[in-house]
Nanobody
Framework: QVRLVESGGGLVQPGGSLRLSCSASGFIFSIKTMGWYRQAPGKQRELVAV???????NYVDFVKGRFTISRDNSKNMVYLQMNSLRPEDTAVYYCNTEPPITISVGYNYWGQGTQVTVSS
């Protein structure tokens, strides 16, 4: 019943912007800390931004000043505004709770993600 659906990715040139959206259902969204994660080819999935139920935010150093996470509890939506994109930002982006939803031992739930490609 848990469902996370990401959208908004695409191909952009370096310095460009994208706004990612995440539609969440199947859990009590308003009390959960939410995060955006990304996974680049050949690399592990990494957390890049979080937002608490009270809308406090934090970011990893490599996206600070460029990315903004936000949420709309009335719609069960999380957003990631990405500005000044760099080729190193190329990855599949996922939303999830922080920590991620655990389905069973060794298995977390993930949606399909949305591809962000930053290239000239």
């Amino acid at each position: 019943q848990v469902r996370l659906v990401e959208s908004g990715g695409g191909l952009v040139q370096p310095g460009g912007s994208l706004r990612l959206s995440c539609s969440a259902s199947g859990f009590i969204f308003s009390i959960k800390t939410m995060g955006w994660y990304r996974q680049a080819p050949g690399k592990q999935r990494e957390l890049v931004a979080v937002i608490t139920s009270s809308r406090n935010t934090n970011y990893v150093d490599f996206v600070k000043g460029r990315f903004t996470i936000s949420r709309d509890n009335s719609k069960n939506m999380v957003y990631l505004q990405m500005n000044s994109l760099r080729p190193e930002d190329t990855a599949v982006y996922y939303c999830n709770t922080e920590p991620p939803i655990t389905i069973s031992v060794g298995y977390n739930y993930w949606g399909q993600g949305t591809q962000v490609t930053v290239s000239s």
